[in-house]
């Protein structure tokens, strides 16, 4: 039975997340998901999609299966649930194949709700077998626009969603912030949908006032943003390097600034997280790996000192500012820099299929990975040693490795946790003669064995908080004991590590077997060159409405102007310009300074603003500046 069953969505939403109504669309989506239906749910940035899957999954017997390329989202989402009282789990790149199978065994065979999966897991034989002993309700897509060969996130380890169907009676709820109407076309037919539910909520944002500037003094531009606008803001740059610089930059002119970037720990990035959403940090500065998940209501201004790619990564990151309804901006910041640094990525984005070919080979050469061998592989990976060896250029080698994801040949992990793990080398009577000399060292052990499986066959992932908490330690304190107790050989002691992570996805291919899709290769060409276009297009357009071109690429055709965009207050003071021109020559040399309210109403009220009183205003103004006589009445 599922844990809510005889319950209704919205009591469930109220017991378990204190909502007492649902946010637009949600209940929509629930209700689809409850009915059995296939459902695409098209949601902005902020809109809770979260609630849509785990409301209806607590609602019937079984786990859901969550499928997202997200593994900090997944980490957060996981610890989220359980801190509410529902048991959750993940399995994801970092985790060992021991670490794996308990992990499956406990979804398969005990009372957990919800599975969380990053895609590459999807194909291995160990899930496979897994999931057809699984009670599954629902098969979740996070990120769906990632399994559409138009998005522009593809990933080929997204296809295997539809093999599983195949495997499970599950009906989908698959989710997405961005989506072009060919992309949410794609996303229902890759997915198998049985009949094609579509429920997507208005991308408008009222509140959000969308503002491009080319300046060429991007730094003061900021610096007169950051010191103009109150509250809490966010900035996107395209290099770790510059995070770290323009946050100095800030601190030095007296602002409350720090930087976010994969490379950091993950107890570093997460003290950081935490700080902002407090406000004890105001700005961060940032590449696109901070803000997934996070829902910090507050956000006064999301600024974008380098422009992205495409309008889908650009409408995801500015999204993330005002969701509390009050006036947000998100501001562009470009010069001509920028377009020939996209002209430049166009061109090397995708390398020679030759080159892709050769990267290919040099990646497992570096691992002496023989041919026919290496399948479900995990190698911790850096990049820029990788390039050191071969002599390569960082950016050509790494859009190869990004071809070589699209094309099902391996998953790079650029922020990947490897938790700490214990192994105990003695057996249980060696361990009960030996004679510590601190007490602390018998509590750890005994801690470890009554609350850890399998310590004594294979490495076992460990909290360290728990752990910590329980024997009365800080987190480095019990890291010194864990390495004392290896010193002694009592244990097999591998610390927690923050990598980048390549995985494997089959066994070393020959030349002549090596597929690389030409047709394929064209096609995301041709992709990625139109949605950089049309982000270009976007910063360089100055007659139309921010939103509508954005609203109008996502689908939402003929929208209103939105009034608040650099562009549309551009249009309103040069209309209120020419207004006040035309009325002071009506009045000083048509009428020749005689003229009734009736005069000017007749002539020019078709012509004012949607308030029906504007000449008035506008006629008062002139006479009080002394620049039409009064009226005659």
């Not at 800030?250 to 976010?260: K, T, V």
């Not at 002539?603 to 002394?626: K, N, P, V």
Request: aromatic residues 10%; hydrophobic residues 35%.
């Amino acid at each position: 039975m599922g844990i809510c069953e005889n319950m209704a969505p919205l009591e469930v939403l109220s017991e378990y997340w204190g909502y007492d109504s649902f946010r637009p669309c949600q209940e929509d989506i629930v209700n689809a998901a409850l009915d059995g239906r296939d459902v695409l749910a098209i949601l902005p940035t902020g809109g809770g999609k979260s609630v849509c899957f785990q409301v209806p999954a607590l609602m019937r017997e079984g786990v859901a299966i969550v499928v997202t390329p997200l593994i900090a989202l997944m980490k957060d989402q996981v610890q989220n649930l359980n801190d509410r009282g529902i048991k959750a789990l993940c399995v994801n790149a970092g985790m060992g194949r021991r670490e794996v199978e308990l992990t499956l065994n406990n979804a398969a065979y005990g009372d957990f709700k919800f599975l969380y999966v990053s895609p590459e897991r999807l194909a291995t034989r160990v899930f496979q077998n897994y999931i057809q002993e699984m009670k599954v309700n629902f098969i979740v897509v996070d990120e769906a626009h990632c399994i559409s060969q138009w998005g522009y996130d593809f990933r080929p380890d997204y296809l295997q969603i539809g093999k599983i169907r195949d495997m499970v009676d599950a009906p989908v709820i698959a989710l997405t912030a961005t989506a072009t109407p060919q992309v949410a076309e794609d996303i229902m037919e890759k997915l198998c949908f049985q009949e094609k539910t579509l429920i997507k909520s208005g991308f408008e944002r009222p509140n959000l006032s969308y503002i491009v500037r080319k300046v060429e003094d991007k730094s003061g531009q900021l610096l007169n943003i950051c010191s103009s606008v109150p509250g809490t803001g966010v900035v996107y740059v395209r290099s770790r390097k510059k995070t770290e610089e323009l946050s100095a930059f800030l601190r030095a002119q007296g602002h409350s600034a720090s930087f976010y970037h994969a490379g950091l720990g993950s107890d570093s990035r997460a003290d950081r997280q935490e700080k902002w959403k407090k406000g004890e940090i105001r700005i961060m500065v940032c590449t696109n790996a901070f803000g997934m998940g996070i829902d910090k209501p507050d956000v006064r201004f999301v600024v974008h000192f380098d422009v992205p790619d495409s309008p889908e990564a650009y409408f995801q990151e500015a999204g993330r500012g005002g969701r509390d309804g009050k006036r947000s901006f998100a501001v562009m910041l470009w010069n001509s820099t920028d377009i020939k640094r996209m002209k430049q990525i166009a061109t090397v984005s995708f390398p020679s299929l030759e080159y892709i070919e050769d990267i290919y080979h040099k990646v497992h050469s570096a691992y002496e990975i023989p041919y026919d061998t290496g399948a479900g592989r995990q190698l911790k990976f850096n990049l820029e040693e990788f390039c050191k060896k071969y002599g390569l250029q960082r950016s050509s080698a790494y859009y190869a490795l990004t071809y070589l994801e699209r094309t099902d040949h391996l998953t790079l992990f650029e922020d990947v946790d490897i938790s700490t793990k214990v192994q105990i080398r003695l057996d249980r009577n060696e361990l009960y003669d030996i004679e510590f000399q601190d007490p602390k060292m018998i509590l750890l052990l005994e801690t470890l064995m009554r609350k850890y499986t399998g310590l004594f066959s294979f490495p076992v992932p460990i909290d360290e908080d728990y752990i910590a908490g329980r024997i009365g330690v800080t987190v480095p304190m019990l890291r010194q004991l864990l390495y004392n107790l290896a010193l002694e050989h009592v244990i097999k002691y591998i610390p927690s590590d923050h990598a980048t992570v390549l995985f494997l996805h089959h066994d070393r291919l020959r030349p002549k077997n090596i597929n690389l899709d030409p047709e394929r290769y064209e096609m995301l060409k041709a992709a990625s060159n139109t949605r950089m276009q049309k982000m270009m297009d976007y910063i360089t357009e100055e007659d139309v409405c921010r939103s509508s071109y954005l609203l109008d690429y996502f689908g939402q055709k003929e929208s209103a102007d939105c009034g608040t965009c650099d562009v549309c207050r551009s249009s309103k003071k040069s209309s209120d310009s020419t207004l006040k021109e035309s009325v002071i020559k009506f009045v000083n040399e048509e009428m020749s300074g005689s003229y009734t309210l009736e005069d000017v109403a007749r002539r020019f009220g078709s012509q004012t603003s949607s308030d029906s009183d504007a000449y008035i205003h506008l006629l008062r103004r002139l006479i009080d500046e002394g620049t039409i006589p009064a009226s005659c009445s």
